[in-house]
């Protein structure tokens, strides 16, 4: 995708509001003196996390044609105490329906955890995070994102 912009200006209070091409974007805190107007920006990295990885995860199902009914990624951390406050350690958990073998959906998150989810490429620098993969309410793995040594 190369290059990205994106202009975020003040609306009062501590919230901002970021324009994303044609998309606006509402960031506040409860805390602070916030009006819970939005997201916070650390909740908005959470949800990136969960979208870059899904969006890998599908398209590499999508070319294995199987038969997917539906997939979600729901996440979990805490943030460290003191400043700058980082997210501890990421919890991921890959919800997947649909009729597949467990090896294709486990490929699909391993490389996209390895590999492809940039978003968690740069988190892992600062934050580790560990992945549970379930497939038709199964557990069938777990694991932690190392882009490190996928480029060994």
């Not at 038969?67 to 990624?73: E, R, T």
């Not at 090896?103 to 740069?122: F, I, N, R």
Request: a neutral charge; glycine letters at 10%; proline letters at 3%.
């Amino acid at each position: 995708m190369g290059h990205m912009a994106c202009q975020t200006k003040w609306v009062g209070g501590i919230g901002f509001e970021s324009q994303i091409r044609d998309h606006k974007v509402a960031m506040d805190s409860r805390s602070d003196g916030g009006k819970d107007q939005g997201p916070s920006p650390k909740e908005l990295l959470l949800a990136s996390i969960c979208g870059c990885t899904g969006m890998d995860v599908i398209s590499i199902l999508q070319k294995m044609r199987v038969g997917l009914q539906s997939c979600s990624v729901d996440a979990d951390t805490d943030t460290t105490a003191g400043y700058p406050s980082i997210f501890d350690r990421v919890k991921l958990k890959f919800l997947v329906k649909g009729e597949m073998k467990n090896e294709q959906l486990m490929k699909a998150v391993v490389l996209s955890m390895t590999k492809y989810c940039g978003v968690s490429a740069m988190v892992v620098k600062a934050s580790p995070i560990d992945y549970e993969v379930y497939l038709n309410d199964v557990k069938i793995g777990e694991g932690q994102a190392d882009f490190e040594s996928a480029k060994a």
